[in-house]
């Protein structure tokens, strides 16, 4: 049960790295224990726990955006430059066969939607 934690949590630093620990859509920081993990494709819509469509956001935002799509570039402002890549190739990668079940994940790691 320990490494599953330890796990999470290095999961989670690796997330919050992606905006420098603060959230990608308002800028507010956020503590280590208290983040929400946002799927960038929301499950709802066929998105998977691969790192590249995780990012860190406050409860607040995560509650906003919902299960909305939205553009990354338009939404999540203090998202660091090469994390927009990563989150675009997702995105393309989805579009390209992720509606037919196609879609194979890359560094997929199990979250807990919070």
């Not at 999540?76 to 992720?98: C, D, I, S, V």
Request: with cysteine; proline share 4%; net charge positive.
């Amino acid at each position: 049960m320990r490494g599953i934690k330890v796990q999470k949590a290095q999961v989670k630093s690796s997330i919050l790295e992606k905006t420098g620990g603060v959230c990608a859509v308002c800028g507010r920081p956020l503590v280590h224990g208290k983040v929400t993990i946002e799927h960038y494709i929301p499950k709802y819509h066929g998105g998977t726990d691969d790192e590249r469509n995780l990012l860190p956001l406050c409860k607040n935002c995560n509650r906003r955006k919902g299960s909305r799509m939205v553009r990354a570039e338009e939404f999540y402002p203090f998202l660091k430059a090469r994390f927009f890549n990563e989150a675009n190739e997702y995105r393309t990668e989805w579009e390209n066969g992720g509606e037919q079940g196609k879609f194979e994940t890359k560094g997929s790691v199990k979250t807990e939607d919070e």
